[in-house]
């Protein structure tokens, strides 16, 4: 089976006044259509950095960044935008809904830059999906930090990506509303075969994946599969 994503001897070095940071320092990894990845590490240890460049939100220094089979390392940002509209979602810990707008004006949304005509259908649709239907036409600040969550979700997929990466999903929830989140997550890789990557500090999560990639100072210093110690 194609990879879906293949990232290939990628670094990333910033430049702070005369001081240069290697946050990433040589990172392969492969990720199959379907798979659930967790990607751990302590904060500073480029976890974030690898799931913003991998999701074509930023640019390594060097290597490569192969998705569905073809090297995007190279394109322009207008055609990194495209392949983001396409074949990616998002889903952040501090969620980046509009207030002004409704649940479904910040779902339907992204279909707007794609051009999705029938954006308003799929965006109930997505809302019902993940227990929103009676909390469509709410405002942000009038829901719960879980219901908002299910709102990125939601958001996430009205372009049906191929891949979501997943920053922290949980890490503003309770116990519970992160639980329920997880299970979304989980049901929309099982039955829409979406690829799963998130970054996590929870272990608790993270053992509900396929495969867990330790970083640690820019390196992947262990990897672990379901049921593999």
């Known amino acids: 089976m194609q990879p879906v994503i293949e990232l290939k001897k990628l670094k990333k070095t910033y430049q702070l006044g005369e001081t240069q940071l290697d946050v990433l ?22 976890k974030s950095t690898v799931l913003h460049i991998a999701g074509c939100l930023d640019r390594p220094t060097s290597g490569k960044i192969i998705i569905e089979g073809k090297d995007v390392s190279k394109l322009s940002d207008n055609e990194l935008a495209k392949i983001r509209r396409e074949k990616i979602g998002f889903v952040f810990q501090f969620f980046y809904l509009i207030p002004a707008l409704s649940a479904l004006e910040n779902v339907a949304l992204p279909g707007v830059f794609s051009g999705k005509k029938d954006r308003i259908i799929v ?43 997943a920053d922290e999903p949980t ?42 990639i330790y970083l640690k100072d820019g390196i992947i210093i262990k990897e672990k599969r379901r049921g593999i110690k």
């Open 25 to 46: 320092k040589g990172i392969d990894i492969i990720i199959k259509k379907g798979e659930r990845i967790a990607i751990m590490g302590p904060s500073g240890s480029g």
């Open 123 to 165: 965006a109930e649709k997505l809302l019902r999906l993940v227990g929103l239907g009676d909390r469509m036409h709410h405002k942000p600040p009038q829901l719960s930090g879980g219901e908002r969550q299910r709102v990125a979700i939601a958001r996430s997929m009205i372009n049906n990506p191929k891949i979501i990466f």
């Open 171 to 212: 890490g503003n929830l309770d116990s519970k509303s992160g639980k329920d989140i997880m299970n979304i997550l989980m049901k929309l890789n099982k039955e829409a075969d979406v690829t799963l990557v998130i970054v996590t500090h929870d272990q608790n999560i993270a053992s509900k994946t396929d495969r867990i």
